[in-house]
């Protein structure tokens, strides 16, 4: 009998088992949010994991734009490296996620904004 219990049910429509697995991805997101703050490329992996899920089983627009709007943006940052023995060894880049809920904790992005979008002015007129 248990083994019943963990099948499919037929008697429930997709309807239903589309909003189930909503709630999947909600419980996921939230508990990587909460659990594992620097775990961002897992978050980002179920997040677009969601959007295929949305559009593959054909939801509108609108629902995936909610999904769309939780993806983060991708920047590319420079941290110091460091020898075995402490001294400074230069600097490697890498990509971080900023993710939309996080915005208000990084107030100089603005102004980030606004020089890249200068910069990328100044390299288009030369």
């Known amino acids: 009998q248990r083994r019943e219990e963990e099948e499919e049910d037929p008697e429930e429509s997709a309807d239903a088992r589309t909003i189930r697995a909503r709630g999947v991805y909600e419980r996921a997101l939230r ?35 909610k999904v769309e709007k939780k993806m983060p943006r991708r920047v590319k940052r420079k941290r110091p490296i460091y020898t075995e023995d402490g001294t400074p060894a230069g ?28 910069k990328r002015q100044k390299t288009g007129d030369e």
């Open 91 to 118: 600097q490697e880049e890498y990509y971080d996620y900023i993710f939309p809920e996080e915005q208000g904790a990084v107030p100089n992005l603005k102004i980030l904004e606004a020089a890249y979008k200068w």
């Open 31 to 65: 508990s990587l949010k909460e659990t594992q703050p620097d775990a961002k490329e897992e978050r980002v992996m179920l997040l677009e994991a969601w959007r295929a899920f949305e559009e593959s089983v054909g939801s509108d627009a609108e629902t995936v734009g």
